[in-house]
């Protein structure tokens, strides 16, 4: 059995529509212990050192399942971004991210019998176009608080994609998951198909 440790849609969605046949068993890991000032200087390993966290969590609970763990980190400026709490503060988030780029690094883990046998990582470049004020005032209108399930504050599958005016990655990675390369994973060791 495959199992997705993580109750993200963005993420269900994303193996669901690969035909990935897997359960839902969302983790129970403290994301802030881990991010350490020494990890957080070094986001792409972040992402991967919480989605390792996240897989072997549930991996010790389910040791005869193949256990997927994924997470996602903003860097803005040489700084990670946190989702933010309230419309007011994705507002200024998106007013300081405007006309700039932003990278998201996703990271997955595959775990068996509570150990990480497999992780990789992806990073997406993203460069938001100088939206105007009003528009941003329609597009929070618009999207509400659905917004702050989401570190920058969009979605790209909805309205968001309206935000950039150009993306460099995978649209998986931007939605918080290395697809290819786990789908790849899942197949050396058996879970999938080849």
């Known amino acids: 059995m495959i199992v997705l440790a993580s109750a993200s849609a963005a993420r269900r969605r994303l193996l669901q529509d690969a035909g990935v046949d897997f359960e839902i068993d969302p983790a129970d890991v403290d994301e802030a212990a881990l991010k350490t000032p020494d990890a957080r200087r070094d986001p792409a390993g972040l992402s991967v050192l919480l989605a390792s966290a996240k897989a072997r969590d549930v991996s010790r609970r389910r040791p005869k399942d193949w256990v997927v763990g994924s997470d ?75 917004l702050l399930t989401s570190v920058g504050c969009y979605r790209i599958e909805g309205r968001g994609a309206q935000l950039f005016s150009r993306i460099d990655g995978a649209h998986a990675t931007i939605m918080g998951m290395p697809l290819w390369p786990l789908l790849d994973a899942l197949r050396t060791h058996g879970a999938l198909p080849s």
């Open 72 to 146: 996602q980190i903003l860097s803005f400026e040489s700084g990670l971004i946190s989702k933010a709490t309230s419309l007011d503060e994705a507002r200024a988030r998106l007013r300081e991210m405007r006309g700039r780029e932003h990278v998201l690094w996703s990271g997955v883990a595959l775990a068996w019998g509570g150990k990480v046998v497999w992780s990789a990582r992806e990073a997406a470049t993203m460069t938001m176009r100088a939206f105007s004020d009003a528009f941003l005032d329609a597009y929070l209108a618009a999207e509400g608080a659905d």
